[in-house]
Nanobody, 126 residues
Framework: QVQLVESGGGLVQAGGSLRLSCVAS????????TGWFRQAPGKDREFVAH????????YYVDSKKDRFTISRDNAKNTVYLQMNSLKPEDTAVYYC???????????????????WGQGTQVTVSS
C-alpha cells in the first residue's frame, strides 16, 4: 500500500507560480510512475504529468510541458510539480497519484493509477 499527501496549493494571481509537493510513504517500491492530475468543478479529471521512480523519464501533455515541470527527490520520497505562468484556467484541485508497477510511461488514464492523495486546491485569479 502507498499513502500520498499533497501540499503547496493556494491562491495566486495570473502569471504567478506555485510548487506542489507529494510526499509518499508505504510500499512505494512497487510503483513505477507518480503523476499529477487536476480536476475543475464539473469537469473530468485531467492528466498533467508523471515521472518514473528513477527521475530519468517524464511525460507531459503538450499543453502543459512549457509551463509545468515535474521532478523527484528520492531521498525525501517526494514528487514536485513546479507551475509557472499560471492562468485562470489552471484553477482546479490537483491530485498526486501512484501506480502499482504496471503503468507505462505516457499512460494518461486515471484508472491506471492505484493510489491517490487527498488533493490540494489551486486558484488562479485574473
Amino acid at each position: 500500500q502507498v499513502q500520498l499527501v499533497e501540499s503547496g496549493g493556494g491562491l495566486v494571481q495570473a502569471g504567478g507560480s506555485l510548487r506542489l509537493s507529494c510526499v509518499a510513504s508505504g510500499r512505494t517500491f512497487n510503483s513505477y510512475v507518480t503523476g499529477w492530475f487536476r480536476q475543475a468543478p464539473g469537469k473530468d479529471r485531467e492528466f498533467v504529468a508523471h515521472i518514473d521512480w528513477s527521475g530519468a523519464r517524464t511525460y507531459y501533455v503538450d499543453s502543459k510541458k512549457d509551463r509545468f515541470t515535474i521532478s523527484r527527490d528520492n531521498a525525501k520520497n517526494t514528487v514536485y510539480l513546479q507551475m509557472n505562468s499560471l492562468k485562470p484556467e489552471d484553477t482546479a484541485v490537483y491530485y498526486c497519484a501512484a501506480d502499482s508497477g504496471r503503468t507505462l510511461l505516457g499512460d494518461t488514464r486515471p484508472s491506471s493509477y492505484e493510489y491517490w492523495g487527498q488533493g490540494t486546491q489551486v486558484t488562479v485569479s485574473s
